[in-house]
């Protein structure tokens, strides 16, 4: 079995610790707040961001993560999504 050329991995991949942080958090509310955090500049420009590639993948899973609470429980996300006042 050979493995693919890193290029072809997911972007996501080459991050680890965000890899794991979204395995454990997986189909919960609070990867949706962890998601966000990843998208959202918390250092005053201080970090140079993820890449295209991975910025797609985060904005995919918390699409899909959404989904797959949905399907499990619908009640949770519409409260958990609406915005607070």
Partial sequence: MTLAPLEEIA???KYGHVQE?????????????YLNQLL???????????PLEATAEILF????????????CPKQVMTLDRPTV
């Fill in 11 to 13: 972007a996501l991949e």
């Fill in 21 to 33: 942080r979204i395995c454990v958090l997986w189909g919960t509310p609070e990867l949706d707040r």
């Fill in 40 to 50: 959202t500049d918390s250092r005053d420009g201080k970090r140079s961001g993820f």
């Fill in 61 to 72: 899973l918390a699409e899909l993560n959404k989904m797959v609470r949905a399907h499990c």
